[in-house]
């Protein structure tokens, strides 16, 4: 059983709980808030849990493994803290804002003899595994995949506050906060691609409310559409010269279909998690406890390969972090 931390007390926090808990590998004991009556108010629906509100203090407490889900521009110094104190770090998605932060990530992990891991959740599905299997004998020509949700923090952004997901103190964005599932999705059946790039619609802060790219591969090209001030009802596709896979999404894949180019079509076998965050959870529990040192080796390096890609497209579409300014 891993004792888990937790930095960050927003619904996503007590979301990736309820996985951990029911994956039975977890147990939550110990919780750091900026302040001490919001802990106590977030571990009030769980037993036994230590309170924090100084990072240092809760990284000398006894727990195994640290999730992260504090505003993207945190991640990287709360990461290599908690390493450094000899914890493994379960970081939140978009992990780091600088390609060069993950690979200093990687290293501090390694030389503490600790895991990091990208909680991207949709990388860890079995859906992927199926999709990918049923891909190998046929020529990919194309894909385009998406991932754009209406925010729940729009109203605050039209009524003139900045939210911490639209502020480039924060880095936030939809790039960075969902068109870094599509990257995923794409590197995860693709490979890494060799190129890429992003137009968006941009605030004056130059944080992007949406935006379409365009992941280049040697034989093809992978379209990713991202949004936070639109939704997309559209499905996911993938081309292929026998025929199409449409998938229900991309950030948690609930269906799909090939339909060849007679009209026939054929289900694929995809088996849904009971929870978005199932199927990472035992991934990051397996990792830790049972190391396969090719799967975790990939989940690095797939990571690296998206801060590239999310760096590159940032650039191309000129998105520009406080740090950065
Ligand atoms: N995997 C998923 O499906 C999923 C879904 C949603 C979000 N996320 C990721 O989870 C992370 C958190 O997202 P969120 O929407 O919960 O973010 P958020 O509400 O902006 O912040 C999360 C927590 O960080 C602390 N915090 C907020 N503002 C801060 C500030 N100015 N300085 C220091 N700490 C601050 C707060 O905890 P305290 O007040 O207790 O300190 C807050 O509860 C992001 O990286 C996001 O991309 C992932």
Redesign the pocket.
């Known amino acids: 059983m891993l004792k888990l931390g937790v930095i ?5 926090s007590h979301h990736f709980i309820e996985a951990a808990h029911a994956s039975g590998e977890y147990k939550l004991v110990a919780v750091y ?3 001490l009556e ?2 106590a108010t ?1 571990a009030s629906r769980y037993q036994d849990i230590q309170l924090f509100d100084q990072l240092e203090d809760f990284f000398q407490s006894s727990f195994d493994v640290v999730y992260i ?4 521009s ?2 990287f110094a709360q990461a290599q803290a908690a390493l450094s104190a000899g914890k493994h770090v379960i970081l ?3 992990a780091v804002t600088q390609p060069q932060e993950w690979l200093d990530l990687k290293q501090t992990a390694e030389k503490k003899h600790c895991f990091i891991f990208e ?1 991207a ?1 949709n990388y860890h599905e079995e859906a992927f595994t199926t999709i990918k299997n049923f891909l190998a004998d046929k020529q990919v020509l194309g894909a385009d995949f998406n991932y754009a949700k209406y925010s729940s923090k729009m109203p605050d952004l039209l009524d003139g506050q900045t939210p ?2 639209f502020s480039d103190r ?1 880095a936030g964005g939809a790039l960075m ?1 969902l068109g870094i599932y599509p990257l995923y999705a794409a590197i995860r059946l693709f490979g890494k691609a060799q190129g890429a790039t992003y137009q968006a619609q941009q605030l004056d802060n130059s944080i992007d409310l949406n935006g379409d790219g365009i992941l280049f591969y040697p034989e093809f090209q992978v379209h990713i559409k991202a949004g936070k001030n639109i939704t997309s009802n559209l499905p996911c596709e993938i081309y292929t010269a026998d025929g199409t896979l449409t998938l229900s999404t991309i950030e948690h894949v609930r269906s799909a279909i090939f339909t060849n180019h007679k009209g026939n079509q054929v289900q694929l076998p995809i088996q849904q998690a009971p929870h ?1 965050m199932t199927e990472e959870v035992a991934a990051f529990a397996q990792m830790i406890q049972q190391p396969d040192q090719t799967l975790y080796q990939n989940c690095l390096d797939d990571a690296g390969s998206v801060h590239e890609l999310l760096y590159t497209m940032r650039q191309t579409a000129g998105i520009r972090f406080e740090e950065e300014k």
Not at 8 to 12: L, M, R, S
Request: glycine letters at 8%; a positive charge; hydrophobic letters at 35%.
């Open positions: 960050g007390t927003g619904a996503i808030s900026r302040k919001t802990a977030f889900a504090s505003p993207n945190l991640h939140e998605k978009p909680a959740r911490n997901v924060f906060d978005t």
